[in-house]
């Protein structure tokens, strides 16, 4: 079994996952993330939609950008429709996921995919498993 040393360990490496570890890579923390997907984003698990405020703090996605949005209607069955100011974006949801752990990537943060988590966090000494047996266990453990 392979060790792997970090300061935060991240399993998952959906948008708050990479998010999180872009945070704090920029931070100076040593990060590595897993997740059990072998491709990031694919298959697309959320919506496509991204306040404006948000999209803010990952410059880097903006690529990922496919049209602007202003506001929401919605829509309720017996109901009159209803609308909010809801600036934001609707974006290339795989991709933006893309871009987001490749900025994780550029800050320091250690993407590992093909991995998943197998057993409980804490005291239990938690390791991960890569599709074809390898093993990982982090070194050091945050918050246990």
Request: some cysteine; proline content about 7%; charged content about 20%.
């Amino acid at each position: 079994m392979t060790r792997a040393g970090c300061d935060i360990l991240v399993v998952g490496a959906g948008p708050a996952g990479t998010a999180a570890a872009l945070a704090a890579a920029q931070a100076g923390a040593r990060v590595t993330v897993v997740d059990r997907r072998r491709a990031i984003g694919v298959p697309v698990q959320c919506a496509e939609y991204i306040p404006a405020m948000l999209l803010r703090d990952v410059p880097a996605c903006g690529p990922a950008v496919v049209q602007a949005v202003r506001a929401m209607r919605t829509f309720v069955r017996d109901e009159p429709a209803g609308e909010l100011d809801a600036p934001g974006c609707v974006v290339d949801r795989d991709r933006f996921d893309q871009l987001l752990a490749a900025a994780a990537e550029r800050a320091g943060a250690s993407l590992l995919t093909g991995t998943a988590a197998r057993r409980g966090f804490g005291p239990a000494s938690p390791w991960m498993e890569r599709r074809g047996g390898a093993g990982l266990r982090p070194t050091d453990r945050a918050g246990s």
